[in-house]
């Protein structure tokens, strides 16, 4: 398989690298990192190295990769990132020891599902501080939370926001005292502990990193900054990671010199967009066994810095290599580095064969 192209090419080693660094940091400031598996679609043998990390918890925004992490023998605990639809609530209880959650009549099925389970099912109710994604609003809180504290075999673990997803915002010091602010509250109405605030994703990391995270913030759920190396706000090299963790790989189908410019009437592309071009004259163009149908074509970066990507259809990249250092010929691979979407595309694809590749 590791002569098959399209292929994702996976360091698994260098994951394990950047997960104890990230790993580190977090524990450094008290915070639980529950490490984030769905970019690569839980694919064992990053999981494996998130594990071999020290991961505190294990976490998916999908169901069925939770199922799969258990299946592998992964230890846990595994969280659910994703608010559960309704009806896969007896799935979530069976298989995630977690779940975020921000709507009342799923809870209520949660705690049913959990109840027929016999069970005690742990949930993190979301707060919306400003990025518009899930979430109740800050003064919806405390109804929430005393509603779900009467539901049988729900134990509500804490708190949680999420930040620079939708909506881009930063967090700062302001919208973590949003959520503080907001425990707090529901904690004097309730009586409930709710030990753990959930401060977001990698975007937090810089706030964590440059001492500016407010204390009571303790958890983080973390997956480009350790999957990628990358700082989620502005996709920056995160401080003492690495970012050659994935690598994808597509072979030439053709090798011609065409024009820049189509030749006649336009209309719109096969996905419905109408496109300019810029005309570099005729350029040495190279097509590959790769597409939109398998990849976020503006989240490639060829390693080649000669190459340009011009665009692709559902199933072809289009490259201009006049300038590659090597000449292109039919039959060769190419390399590409993914970004988070990319690389999300790439584990998603059946058509990209998948390689963990050790050292």
Known sequence: MADRTPRLEIYPDRIRENATV??????????????????????????????????????????????????????????????????????????????LNSSLST?????????????????????????????????SAVDLCKATKELPALEIAGLGCSLACYGGVIPSTENMHLLINTRDMCRRETGLELPILSGGNSSGLPLLHSGGMPPAINHFRIGESIILGRNAIDRSPFPGTRQDTFIAVAEVLEVENKPSMPIGNRGQDAFGKSREFV???????AICNIGRQDVVIDGIVPLDSGIIILGGSSDQLILDVE??????????ELAFRPGYGALLAL????????????G
């Open 323 to 332: 300038d590659a250092e090597n000449p292109v010929k039919v039959g060769d």
């Open 107 to 139: 809870l209520k099925l949660l705690s049913e599902a959990a109840q027929t389970q016999r069970i005690t099912h742990r949930v993190i109710l979301m707060v919306d501080v400003g990025d518009l994604r899930e979430g109740i609003l800050p003064d």
């Open 347 to 358: 584990s998603t694809s059946s058509y990209v064969y998948k390689v963990a590749i050790p």
């Open 279 to 285: 005309d570099r004259g005729r350029r040495r163009r």
């Open 22 to 99: 990230i790993l580190a940091l977090a524990h450094k400031h008290n915070v639980q990192a529950a490490c984030v598996t769905k970019a690569t679609a839980a694919h064992p043998a990053v999981a494996q190295a998130l594990e071999d990390a020290g991961a505190d918890m294990l976490a998916d925004s999908r169901i069925i990769n939770l199922q799969a992490l258990r299946a592998q023998g992964h230890r846990g605990p595994f969280l659910l990132v994703r608010p559960p639809t309704p009806s896969e609530a007896a799935e979530v209880v069976h298989t995630a020891d977690l779940s």
